[in-house]
């Protein structure tokens, strides 16, 4: 079965907090950042078209990705790649803080919690 992907025409300024705290483990330090490479993937990024921002956080949160810097689909998971984690405290406070000083637009809140509350479940798992 083949699937096609659509893209979502509308411009929007797309800010992603992932959560790098030591509660998270490498594996799904992999899936969160899998995740928004696949939410970006669904919009046409551009200087002047929708545009990302990350922050990743901690014990600090840390701007990692400004909107006019990689604003297209390589540069953007070329970058995800070399993004490290922290694995300090898990201070969300403080990440959500910075979103509000920024005024990011729409946020996305990646926390490896909710990719494993909705994945799939396994047949072995019913």
């Not at 078209?49 to 701007?63: A, D, E, H």
């Not at 070329?78 to 922290?86: A, E, G, M």
């Not at 300090?88 to 729409?106: F, I, P």
């Not at 490896?112 to 909705?118: F, G």
Request: aromatic share 8%.
């Amino acid at each position: 079965m083949r699937y096609s992907i659509i893209v979502c025409r509308k411009t929007l300024d797309l800010a992603f907090l992932l959560d790098s705290s030591g509660t998270v483990d490498d594996s799904q330090w992999k899936l969160t950042k899998d995740l928004v490479k696949g939410v970006s993937n669904a919009f046409h990024l551009a200087s002047n078209g929708t545009r990302v921002g990350i922050i990743t956080y901690s014990t600090l949160p840390t701007l990692e990705l400004k909107f006019d810097e990689k604003n297209s689909k390589t540069a953007l998971d070329d970058f995800l790649d070399t993004v490290t984690q922290n694995k300090g405290d898990t201070r969300t406070d403080r990440a959500l803080k910075v979103t509000k000083n920024q005024d990011l637009g729409l946020v996305i809140w990646c926390l490896w919690r909710l990719i494993e509350i909705h994945k799939p479940k396994t047949h072995a798992e019913i």
